[in-house]
């Protein structure tokens, strides 16, 4: 069974810094290619970015220049180290993993909640 399962998530003021983390279990890790979606209240669940299994990044225009994926395939995880953050980047987070081979795949986590807020 696969899991993913983020943590990182918390209150920081804004112009602060987090790392979310999600730790991949019960696959190949490597092989997925591996994204960070967030969902603000009623808002749609959109992607905010995205490494592939061979280590290429992509970014919402939103977050470019201020947030960092990043993946360890040694340790199962991807990061998404997020600075500069604003008040509208406050949403639940949420880890996604995809492989599009013969059979397809997509598991997701559970999400962690930021906020950013004075």
């Known amino acids: 069974q696969v899991q993913l399962v983020e943590s990182g998530g918390g209150l920081v003021q804004p112009g602060g810094s987090l790392r979310l983390s999600c730790v991949v279990s019960?696959?190949?890790?490597?092989?997925?290619?591996m994204g960070w979606y967030r969902q603000a209240p009623g808002k749609q669940r959109d992607l905010v970015a995205v490494?592939?299994?061979?280590?290429?990044?992509d970014y919402a225009d939103s977050v470019k220049g201020r947030f960092t994926i990043s993946r360890d395939n040694a340790q199962n995880t991807v990061y998404l180290h997020m600075n500069s953050l604003k008040r509208e980047d406050t949403a639940v987070y949420y880890c996604?993993?995809?492989?599009?081979?013969?059979?397809?795949?997509?598991?997701w986590g559970q999400g962690t909640q930021v906020t950013v807020s004075s």
């Open positions: 996604n993993a995809q492989y599009a081979g013969i059979r397809s795949l997509d598991y």
């Open positions: 490494i592939t299994s061979g280590g290429s990044a």
């Open positions: 019960g696959s190949i890790f490597s092989i997925y290619d």
